[in-house]
């Protein structure tokens, strides 16, 4: 086995997981998901049915991903991060043919108990402040906070503050990241990153 799982944790069948990746106390991995090389999954964790989790995520304790979630690579998750995929949850109704899908792209992170509610896409890079209620799509290299999420700056891909205003037109060589970011009204890209995109 290439990969490391405590024997508190539960596999189902049908599930793939790559190398390197360790798997914490009390989790559950449920069938037919797909966990790519050196991936951290923290304690008490939940993977749902099918979902999707690109390599070098880092998941951290009490986080549930639930089916219709996907993470692409180098995705953080804080502890005790909330998924939704359902927008309008009764108890006595069963909606599980229609789920709703929510994608979190390269590199983002998801700060300490933000709760992301389903349908959106959380771009590269973007970073999600502790506590934030996350109701729209975020920009790539943004950084979001509160209740709900407010653009409140721009972050480089280390995570860094950028020295960008919210809006208008700037450039920027940043040293740590030997990057040039720009901005251009409401959005901010990188030209020698070049998977970087918004949908
Ligand atoms: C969002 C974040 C990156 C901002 O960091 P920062 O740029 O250093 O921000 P500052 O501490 O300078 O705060 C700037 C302002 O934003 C507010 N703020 C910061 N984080 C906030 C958050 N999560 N929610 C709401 N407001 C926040 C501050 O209160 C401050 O407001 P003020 O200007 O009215 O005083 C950081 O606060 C955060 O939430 N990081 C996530 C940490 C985390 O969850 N880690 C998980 C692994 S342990």
Not at 17 to 28: A, P, Y
Not at 99 to 116: D, M, Q, Y
Not at 167 to 182: A, E, R, S
Request: aromatic share 10%; with cysteine.
């Amino acid at each position: 086995m290439s990969f490391f799982c405590h024997e508190t944790s539960f596999i189902d069948e049908n599930v793939k997981i790559g190398r390197n990746s360790k798997i914490w106390h009390f989790c559950h991995i449920s069938k037919g998901a797909s966990i790519e090389e050196n991936v951290n999954i923290g304690q008490n964790v939940y993977i749902g049915e099918n979902v999707k989790i690109g390599k070098n995520c880092k998941i951290q304790n009490n986080v549930s991903i639930f089916s219709n979630v996907t993470l692409e690579e180098d995705v953080f998750c804080g502890p005790s991060v909330v998924f939704t995929n359902v927008k309008n949850p009764r108890s006595f109704i069963n909606r599980k043919d229609k789920f709703i899908n929510t994608l979190i792209k390269k590199g983002a992170t998801l700060g300490a108990n933000s709760t992301i509610i389903c349908g959106i896409t959380i771009n590269d890079y973007s970073l999600i402040g502790a506590g934030s209620v996350v109701t729209k799509d975020v920009r790539s290299f943004s950084c979001v906070v509160g209740v709900p999420a407010k653009l409140k700056g721009w972050v480089n891909l280390n995570g860094e503050k950028l020295p960008f205003p919210l809006k208008g037109k700037m450039d920027f060589f940043c040293k740590n990241t030997n990057l040039n970011y720009h901005l251009f009204k409401d959005k901010v890209t990188t030209s020698k990153i070049t998977n970087v995109g918004e949908n």
